[in-house]
């Protein structure tokens, strides 16, 4: 079992923005032993009042798109333009299939990961998607407490794992490719709707009036959306981050949205919503874990599981059944 120290010792680790400790924290969390929980509960609950001094932005896209490229570029304007300090952290429901990891590909990442002024931590690798998001926005607290004030959360667009990650940040950008239709980008019209900004990235050389038109496009596709809670109309911008250009852009648009939602009072009531939907989320966890890891559940549940493919059995005469057993 991998080194633990006292609770006390990783959260003034933590406030002091060792990053040596942070990661030992991050990967308490991350921790499926039920020895850990408890005291990934305490880190957690100490580190929470210095917690949420960040402005949280998730990103999104589809393999390929340029996520990686784009957060090295768009990472390192934060910290030199914008004085940043930068955490990036990743939910991936495909590490489990590969056993790597989207941030895996820190060539993609070079300056920013040795770049003292950045933190960045691959997603868990072999883990439930639920287990990852859980892990990942304990990680977002601890990532502030150490003093980080930029936290990026980098997901693929291809499940639902940005849905997820939507409902950890506050400001949610989605990276486009130009001519590529949506329909190729795999991209569903509610991950559209979801997104606060739209960067049609890759909009260098030969791309770039293909980009410009596409988001003429986009922004008219926004704009019969209905206008959001926050108040706010989602923006759509172009960038390269090859070049890198169209940066600016898009931190601009994280500012004013934030200055709306701060003003407007949805920004506080997002995150308090966050914070409850969470807990929700953790309860419906917790219930699940609870139910398969009973003895008797795992006796019976095959049994009864062959008698409902037979037809032997109801559907819903079988879990009740099951669930009794609880
Ligand atoms: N021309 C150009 N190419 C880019 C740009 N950004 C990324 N690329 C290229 O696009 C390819 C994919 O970029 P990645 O950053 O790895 O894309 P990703 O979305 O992280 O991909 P996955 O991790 O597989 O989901 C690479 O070959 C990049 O060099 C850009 O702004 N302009
Ligand atoms: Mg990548």
Redesign the pocket.
Known sequence: MAKRFSADKYVAGILAGDRVMLSRAITLVESRLASDLELAQEVINQVLPHAGNSVRIGIT?????????????FGNYLIQEQGKRLAVLAVDPTSQRTGGS?LG?KT?MESLSTNPQAFIRPSPAGKSLGGVTRSTRESILLCEAAGFDAVIV?T?GVGQSETAVHAMVDFFLL?MLAGAGDELQGIKRGIMEMADAIAI?????E?AMKAKAARAEYQNALHLYPMAASGWLPKVSV??????SGLDTIWQSVSDYLKLSQQNGFFEKKRRDQNLQWMYEAIRQGLEENFYSHQQVQEQLPGIARQVQEGQKSAFAAAAELLKLV
């Open positions: 896209g589809v393999p390929g798109v340029g996520k990686s490229t784009f957060i090295e570029a989207i590909d993609r980098e693929v990276l990235t890759k909009a260098d050389g791309n960038c390269s981050a090859l070049e890198p």
